[in-house]
């Protein structure tokens, strides 16, 4: 049933959700192409969870509009249901049972017939590696092993469309890793994957396209790439001989590039954003501040520039949201 549609796979326009007085989500957009990782990158309160469980259908939205496959998540919500699977921040598997118990269990109440329900829960212990832990407790499975169970149990029907509500957190490298492959394996048979995560590398190295969302509104929305040339054209990294010249450095690089500086927790490393449009531009005006770091009596070290990363987007687009940057596809 995956892909099976030319709808886009979630489009929403206005959505506001309350909470009291608090706007959760305040008339947010969002156009999500079928067959695609989009990611939903933003801080602990920005809205992502809440939006996630408006689209699937979890809690109804105090205002905008928005489909899945293009059927109402309020009016058909049933529909939307049966073609799509969440899975939440934390496990929700039974620990007391094995792995391979709360799959056959979980597939039993989804209506397979206990030959089926079997055979199924053996093929995803296998393609998550989890065949040798399949007759162990889940209590005794690591962080990493629970989560791969538990987005096992969310495609034990194949969704058209699979909400992950940050589902590396707490994970070790290794473990995140995997849980990533597994990502890329559920979209390459046709099912569109919505992520949410605070992690920005996670978002940079699955995402087709990402909405950057904060107190309840996308404040940009494009690929790693457009998103990273939106905020300038590179950044500067200098690492200075003197820790103690930091805050002189600091004060040169601001009134150069007229872009906010982020010291790195090393006290002799400075971030900056170069703001000018074009590699050559771009190149110029790093090596006028490095003339300028000169003159100030300031020993650098080591001076690179390079494309912005997505952590450095995030901090540009959080300075400045006075309203919606839309990137050109």
């Known amino acids: 049933m995956a892909g099976t549609s030319t709808a886009p796979a979630i489009e929403a326009s206005g959505l506001i959700k309350l909470f009291g007085k608090n706007r959760a989500v305040d008339g947010l957009d969002l156009r999500v192409p079928a067959g695609t990782v989009y990611g939903v990158l933003g801080p602990n309160g920005a809205g992502k969870t809440t939006t996630v469980r408006m689209l699937a259908t979890l809690t109804r939205p105090n205002g905008g509009q928005a489909t899945v496959f293009g059927q109402d998540v309020v009016r058909e919500a049933d529909a939307v249901r049966s073609r799509v699977s969440l899975t939440g921040q934390y496990a929700s598997v039974d620990e007391d049972l094995t792995g391979q118990e709360n799959l056959v ?71 995140r890793n995997q849980v990533w492959d597994i990502v890329r394996t559920i979209v390459a048979h046709g099912t569109t994957v919505l992520l949410t995560t605070q992690y920005l590398d996670e978002a940079d190295r699955l995402a087709d396209r990402i909405a950057v969302i904060d107190h309840g509104r996308v404040i940009a929305e494009g690929t790693p790439g457009e998103l990273k040339s939106s905020v300038g054209a590179g950044t500067v990294h200098l690492r200075l001989r003197d820790p103690d010249q930091r805050a002189k450095a600091r004060h040169v690089l601001t009134s150069m590039l007229g872009a906010a500086v982020h010291p790195e927790s090393d006290p002799t490393t400075l971030v900056a954003r170069i703001t000018v449009a074009g590699d050559d531009a771009a190149t110029e005006q790093a090596a006028r501040v490095l003339g300028e770091l000169a003159v100030a009596g300031i020993t650098v070290d080591n001076f690179s520039v390079g494309q912005p990363s997505l952590d450095e987007v995030f901090l540009a687009l959080t300075d400045r949201t006075t309203g919606t940057q839309e990137v050109a596809a």
């Open 105 to 175: 269990l979980l597939a039993r109440l989804l209506g397979h017939r206990k030959s089926a329900a079997r055979a199924r829960a053996d093929e995803l212990l296998e393609a998550f590696g989890l065949t040798e832990a399949a007759g162990r407790q889940v209590k005794n499975y690591s962080g990493g092993m629970r989560r791969r169970l538990d987005i096992g149990a969310s495609i034990l029907n194949t969704p058209d469309l699979l909400f992950l509500d940050e589902p590396t957190t707490g994970l070790d490298p290794r473990s």
